[in-house]
């Protein structure tokens, strides 16, 4: 059992013939209470200072478990923004290729096309002198056996040589050309 200082202070002591002078018992005493008082009151005080200080404790472990969880939320939130970041870079990445490959197929298809243009213009072309060439020859010989006079006669060759002239000049640099000029040409085509 644990004494008080109340418990110490109203204890008494039976008298004999012979005990203790009464009044240095009772100065003892007296001190004695004071003192163990004091400590008792300290000790009071040191419980509840722990008390306090294990319920901070408590409080201090709550807080360091909150901020553990959010840490590791962090880290599973950051890892899941980076594993996000790098499928959408892959998915750009994907859609860039596709769109790469598409829009050279068509530049493709139509670099063909302009090809496959250029080489029926070309036999068009070709096609197109055969039957000029062909009609400038029967206009000469139908000038021969009109019997138009010589001077007239040397006119009619010397514009179909120029005539001649200008189609090879014309075939020479048609390669470059952007085909004007072979529409004028072309319209007496529809003649023969």
């Given at each position: ?8 202070q ?5 008298k ?11 100065d003892?005493?007296?001190k ?13 005080e ?29 880290e ?21 290729q ?6 050279l ?39 021969n ?16 040589k ?12 048609g ?14 085509d529809?003649?023969?």
């Amino acid at each position: 059992m644990t004494l008080t200082p109340l418990d110490i202070q109203k204890k008494e002591f039976r008298k004999s013939f012979r005990g203790y002078s009464e009044e240095e018992v009772d100065d003892f005493l007296e001190k004695v209470t004071q003192s163990y008082e004091k400590l008792y009151k300290e000790n009071q005080e040191l419980k509840d200072e722990v008390k306090f200080l294990r319920e901070k404790l408590r409080e201090y472990q709550e807080l360091e478990t909150t901020l553990k969880k959010a840490i590791i939320l962090a880290e599973k939130a950051a890892e899941d923004l980076k594993r996000n970041a790098e499928k959408e870079k892959e998915l750009i990445i994907k859609g860039a290729q596709v769109k790469a490959e598409e829009m050279l197929e068509k530049a493709r298809m139509e670099c063909d096309a302009l090809n496959k243009r250029y080489e029926e213009l070309k036999v068009q072309f070709q096609l197109f002198k055969t039957r000029f060439l062909n009609f400038l020859q029967s206009q000469i010989e139908l000038v021969n056996s009109s019997g138009l006079e010589e001077e007239e006669e040397e006119k009619v060759e010397v514009c179909v040589k120029e005539a001649a002239v200008a189609l090879d000049n014309e075939e020479e640099g048609g390669d470059q050309d952007d085909g004007g000029g072979q529409e004028v040409v072309g319209g007496g085509d529809n003649s023969l």
